[in-house]
């Protein structure tokens, strides 16, 4: 019997949100709206949409002893997710700076503050934590170490899922774990070595040819070694690939306000359907109802929608 639904290891940021008419080029300023702080951080998207969904949920992260640190553990708390594992210390808590545009779409710039100390020694430490959990998600706004950590600290038994941003190339150990890989079109690009990627990490082959059609990306992805693949495609709904096939997922029409965090709804959502027996079609569509009534509340954490409300949809 498993104690959590899905254990969240990731990044833990706060959200420094400006709206904008649109971005800035190189050299140039632009006016912006009043500053919004709010909680954010991928793996602390994940925990808090995860546990409104009724997931029973633990995050281990690492923040500062600061006030951006004290906002994130409220947040945590207030979702009901289990914050046994958040680490206090070491640096400032991450900070996202992200601008808005009036279309929703958005711009991110990370420093990593506490997540980048966030070590294998730290991920080994909670073991427990690892053989209580169903599910595991991870993301890559911690130190890749700590990711492949992670990989090895896996209970028999438990599922894996990654979500690869900000992308780079993944180790085979790293790939052959992933069940699902999440990517969007710019992260599938990076891991297949597309023109995009800056180097290679250890053990994995860069240079694939990556097609046109997205099918032609989860294929590739596909024989990298995941044992699943999801590739998102925005409004176009999302794609799954398996041993089983590939199949088309498609999207719920809305009109988007904000894509923070959207992303991160989606992957939670799919990671406690997927622990909770579903396929991965039906994991896809469920989450990708979740992502939608995000998309249309501003925030990250604020927008994450109960199964309620998504079931109201």
């Known amino acids: 019997m498993y104690d959590y639904d899905l254990l969240v290891v990731g990044s833990a940021n706060a959200d420094l949100v400006i709206g904008v008419e649109r971005r800035p080029a190189a050299g140039e300023t632009v006016l912006g709206s009043d500053l919004a702080v709010h909680p954010g951080g991928k793996g602390a998207n994940q925990a808090v949409a995860a546990a409104r969904l009724g997931a029973r949920t633990a995050l281990l992260a690492r923040i500062g002893a600061d006030a951006y640190g004290r906002l994130l553990l409220d947040s945590q708390r207030a979702a009901g997710v289990d914050t046994v594992g958040v680490l206090v ?10 601008t808005v545009d009036p279309s929703g779409d958005n711009s991110i710039v ?4 506490a997540n980048g100390r966030l070590t294998p020694e730290d991920v ?3 073991a427990g934590l690892f053989h209580a959990s169903r599910v595991v998600s991870a993301q890559l706004e911690i130190p890749l170490e700590t990711v492949v950590e992670v990989v090895r600290s896996l209970a028999p038994g438990s599922r894996f899922v990654l979500n690869p941003s ?3 190339l993944l180790p085979a150990e790293v790939l052959a774990a992933c069940d699902p890989l999440i990517v969007n079109e710019h992260e599938a690009k990076v891991i297949l070595g597309g023109a995009e990627a800056g180097g290679a990490a250890d053990g994995a082959a860069g240079g694939a040819a990556v097609g046109d059609r997205p099918e032609d990306w989860a294929r590739v992805l596909l024989a990298k070694g995941p044992k ?8 176009q709904g999302a794609l799954v690939a398996s041993a089983e096939g590939v199949e088309r997922v498609a999207a719920v029409k809305v009109e988007a306000v904000d894509t923070t965090g959207a992303g991160d709804s989606f992957t ?13 079609p039906e994991a896809a569509a469920y989450a990708a109802r979740v992502g939608a009534v995000a ?9 994450f929608p109960t199964a309620a409300e998504v079931e109201a949809r």
């Open 124 to 126: 080994r430490a909670a």
């Open 166 to 168: 900000p992308p780079r």
């Open 228 to 235: 699943s693949v999801v590739v998102t495609l925005g409004s």
């Open 295 to 303: 998309v249309t509340r501003r925030g990250a954490q604020e927008s």
């Open 89 to 98: 210390g070491g640096a400032p808590t991450g900070v996202a700076l992200i």
């Open 268 to 280: 939670a959502a799919l990671a406690w359907k997927l622990g909770a027996g579903s396929s991965l």
């Open 110 to 113: 990370v420093s990593p503050g």
